[in-house]
C-alpha cells in the first residue's frame, strides 16, 4: 500500500458515524432535508432532500429534479449550493453545514469541497455511487486543499426506507405498464402490427 492510500484510509477513519454523537440540531435539520426529499418524489424524481445552515439560519434548499428540469445537474446538493451561494453572495461556504438524505455523489461531493463547506451530515450511505465514504472519500482526501467533517447516519432508517419504498414502488409501476403494453399488443389484429 502506497502513502497516498494510508493517507485516505486514515481521513476516512476519523468520520464522525456514531449514533450517540447526533445532536438534536442534526436530527431537526435533516428532517427537513426529509420533507425536501419527499418534494422531489411527488415529481416521480429519487427522492433526495438537502439543506444548508448558516449561523442556525438556513440559506440552501433543493431537492432531486434531474429528470423534471432534464439536466444532469439536477441534484439536490448542486441545488442548494446555488442557493446558499446567492444568500452568501459568495461561493465560500465556509462556515455551513450541508444535511443531505444520501451521501453524495461524485459531482455533488465535489461541488462540497469546491464550496469549502466544512461539515456533511448525511442521512443513509449509497453503496453503489457515494463519495463520501461507500466508494471513495472524495470528502476528506488529504490531497485536496480543503476537506470536511463527516456525520453518517442521521435518521438513516428514514432517509433508507423512503429511498427503497420509491425504487420498489418505481419498479411495480414499470412492470404494470410493461404488461398493460403487452396486453394491448395482444388486442391488436396482427395485420395492425405489420409495417412496411
Not at 442521512?123 to 486543499?145: E, R, T, V, Y
Request: a positive charge.
Amino acid at each position: 500500500m502506497n502513502d497516498n492510500n494510508t493517507d485516505i484510509n486514515a481521513s476516512v477513519a476519523s468520520v464522525v458515524s456514531s449514533p450517540d454523537t447526533f445532536s438534536k440540531e442534526d436530527i431537526h435539520y435533516m428532517k427537513l432535508a426529509i420533507k425536501q426529499a419527499k418534494k422531489a418524489a411527488m415529481l416521480d424524481e429519487v427522492p433526495i432532500g438537502c439543506i444548508i445552515v448558516y449561523n442556525g439560519k438556513i440559506i440552501g434548499r433543493g431537492y432531486n429534479r434531474r429528470n423534471t428540469d432534464k439536466t444532469t445537474l439536477g441534484h439536490a446538493e448542486i441545488t442548494a449550493i446555488k442557493k446558499a451561494s446567492r444568500y452568501m453572495n459568495d461561493w465560500r461556504l465556509e462556515d455551513c453545514t450541508i444535511y443531505v438524505t444520501l451521501e453524495p455523489c461524485q459531482m455533488c461531493a465535489g461541488a462540497i469541497v469546491q464550496a469549502r463547506i466544512p461539515r456533511v451530515v448525511i442521512g443513509s450511505m449509497n453503496s453503489k455511487a457515494g463519495c463520501a465514504g461507500s466508494i471513495i472519500n472524495l470528502l476528506n482526501m488529504p490531497q485536496f486543499n480543503h476537506q470536511a467533517e463527516v456525520v453518517r447516519g442521521v435518521c438513516d432508517e428514514e432517509c433508507s426506507t423512503m429511498l427503497s419504498t420509491f425504487f420498489r414502488e418505481l419498479r411495480q409501476k414499470k412492470k404494470a405498464e410493461k404488461e398493460a403494453g403487452k396486453e394491448a399488443l395482444k388486442e391488436t389484429p396482427a395485420s395492425q402490427n405489420i409495417r412496411i
